[in-house]
């Protein structure tokens, strides 16, 4: 019995140890934190692997590769490798997976509350302070050998924007804002004129105005048989705008959730309503908004204004064959706001995070190639393809900048008028732009605010009641959804500074209470069998 248990337990811990070998190098590696090196070593080779997204852009994939073409010019010895998506949850996901793999991309173009999620490992991203401070590397360092920004250069809003728990985390890479985009003829066909600022009040008004039907059943405004007055094409947005504009409860900074409230569902009741009618849809529901709107089918089309060239009679990347569109005039306005005089929209854009490596040398090389891309350059070159505006003050204010807003016009594609005015809503109201609050678990927060709106619209066009009683279940609902009642500030700090357990010593410490079960067990079948022999 002695020898059996002696094998038992040296084969117990050798398969722990072994356990604990392979799953710390196929599981979780912990990196240290990110030293500074005393510079770049030339003469050192480089590979970094960047993950960036477009919308099957041709013209964001050619950016991106002379991006790449110029940067290797200047840096010979590094060699950057380009993974391109057409989504950012699947960015989101691979990343994830790759953490606990230790095979995370070196720069990846993402979002500030993914990286919140990203950062809960040890030292998976690297805190850009310092990288952004250091006198020879920093934005503007001496030893780089391109045109940097410096700092202050950097939109003050939109650098904020990258700060979480106290550091900056990633550098913007370009900034949207959500637009209103108004068919023109069809509001003063209603009898109204497009003000400068839109309010929830007259959208409404005007969108219930246009159901008007003829006879035979087409509608009055269009003589179509479809006109969905509003579509909202981001509806998380659209929830989270809402409460931002009335100062009501959606989130705090140390991660509280304060979404499912009264006023939340009052502006959820005058969704339904409008609903109800016919006035107003989303797009997860009815389709993309641009299609309706471009075919002469919607008032009030709300999307990103990186979304802009696709927005309008002569949009340039028009998604309805060329016979379903409608002439007309587009007017590019400030999503609908509940006070005019203090108007509120929510700046939105893809950031670049640097991940972590055991070696700081590749790291270093890796917050080049990042910084390269807020330069000049690349920042113009992208922005004009939609409407977004370069992330630098040095971009705006250049005279290349300048001189693309001032042809605005000119054709329907470089220089297409809507794309132009949708980038200048958001330059000319940069100071009315919010941010939500950033937490692991602020994206789980975002996707309800999504569902909220999108569920009470689905059970209105389904005929249920939606009611007091409704909303209650909603919320519960939802919450039980992305798992928010799991979310409280108390839990979240002490993840946050515990963090979970390596994989590895998850096994490990199993199969070290395993063998503590056998040795226990086997006394204590000696116990009870000198006790019977006794």
Not at 24 to 41: A, I, Q, S, W, Y
Not at 443 to 451: D, G, P, V, Y
Not at 493 to 504: A, N, Q, W, Y
Request: glycine share 6%; charged share 20%; hydrophobic share 35%.
């Amino acid at each position: 019995m002695k020898k059996l248990l002696s094998r038992f337990l040296s084969l117990s811990l050798a398969a722990a140890c072994l356990t604990s070998l392979f799953t710390g190098c196929h599981g979780t590696k912990d990196t240290n934190e990110f030293v500074m090196p005393d510079g770049l070593d030339a003469s050192e080779k480089y590979e970094i692997v960047f993950w960036a997204k477009n919308d099957t852009n041709i013209t964001q994939t050619q950016i991106y590769n002379q991006a790449i073409a110029d940067f290797e010019a200047l840096y010979p010895n590094i060699k950057v490798n380009i993974r391109l998506y057409t989504d950012y949850n699947k960015i989101y996901n691979d990343v994830i997976t790759n953490i606990s793999t230790g095979t995370t991309p070196n720069v990846c173009i993402t979002y500030p509350d993914h990286i919140a999620t990203y950062k809960t490992g040890d030292n998976v991203v690297v805190p850009l302070d310092n990288l952004i401070n250091d006198k020879d590397y920093g934005l503007g360092g001496k030893e780089v050998k391109f045109d940097s920004p410096s700092k202050s250069e950097v939109i003050p809003e939109f650098l904020n924007e990258c700060i979480l728990d106290g550091q900056i985390y990633c550098l913007p890479y370009m900034r949207s804002t959500e637009a209103c985009y108004v068919n023109k003829e069809y509001v003063e066909a209603l009898g109204y004129e497009v003000p400068d600022i839109l309010t929830w009040d007259f959208v409404w008004e005007v969108s219930e105005k246009a159901l008007a039907k003829n006879p035979d059943g087409t509608y009055v405004l269009n003589g179509k048989d479809v006109m969905i007055p509003f579509i909202y094409k981001s509806t998380d947005n659209m929830c989270i705008t809402m409460l931002k504009q009335q100062d009501a409860g959606y989130s705090d900074d140390d991660g509280n959730i304060l979404i499912f409230n009264d006023t939340t569902k009052e502006d959820l009741k005058v969704i339904a309503e409008h609903t109800g009618t016919g006035a107003f849809s989303t797009f997860k529901i009815s389709g993309y908004p641009g299609n309706f709107f471009n075919a002469g089918e919607c008032i009030f089309a709300v999307d990103s204004t990186a979304g802009a060239t696709w927005m309008g009679t002569n949009a340039p990347l028009s998604d309805i064959h060329e016979n379903q569109i409608v002439d007309f005039t587009t007017e590019v306005r400030p999503v609908p706001q509940f006070n005019v005089d203090e108007p509120k929209m929510i700046s939105q854009g893809p950031s670049i995070c640097v991940f972590n490596k055991p070696d700081s040398g590749e790291v270093l090389a890796s917050w080049l190639f990042a910084q390269y891309l807020i330069t000049n350059d690349v920042q113009i070159a992208y922005s004009c393809t939609e409407g977004y505006v370069p992330v630098t003050s040095k971009a705006q204010d250049s005279i290349e900048y300048q001189e693309y807003l001032s042809r605005s016009g000119e054709d329907n594609s470089q220089y297409y008028s809507v794309k132009i005015d949708a980038a200048k809503l958001l330059l000319d109201n940069t100071s009315n732009t919010f941010v939500t609050p950033v937490f692991n678990g602020s994206t789980s927060l975002r996707n309800a605010a999504m569902q909220l709106i999108e569920s009470t619209a689905k059970s209105t066009r389904r005929k249920q009641v939606v009611d007091d009683a409704f909303f209650e279940q909603l919320y519960e609902d939802t919450k039980s959804l992305y798992r928010l009642d799991q979310i409280a500030a108390a839990d979240k700090d002490s993840r946050k500074t515990l963090g979970p357990l390596p994989t590895g010593s998850v096994v490990l410490l199993s199969a070290i209470g395993g063998a503590w079960i056998v040795i226990i067990a086997y006394f204590a079948v000696r116990f009870a069998t000198k006790k019977r022999a006794d």
